[in-house]
């Protein structure tokens, strides 16, 4: 309770409305939860096309790319949740 009254007075609220700001949250992941909505990454990619040596009707020359990036992704969760 002592960090949400210091977060109330760093950011000058009252802790009445950041306990009801943290409860609506709350209650709506929850309503997306039970709804089977989460949130979802878009990726936007710019640029004027593929990256060299890139063919997108040929799998076998992207393909590895995907993989690692997949790989570097699961990764980077594993050691934000250690």
Request: glycine share 8%; net charge negative.
């Amino acid at each position: 309770m002592r960090s949400v009254k210091s977060y109330a007075a760093d950011h000058g609220r009252t802790l009445t409305s950041v306990v009801e700001d943290a409860l609506r949250r709350l209650l709506t992941e929850e309503l997306r939860r039970e709804e089977g909505k989460s949130e979802v990454d878009v990726v936007v990619f710019t640029g004027s096309g593929t990256a060299p040596g890139i063919e997108i009707a040929d799998r076998g020359s992207w393909q590895h790319l995907i993989d690692e990036e997949d790989a570097e992704r699961i990764r980077a969760r594993s050691d934000a949740g250690s």
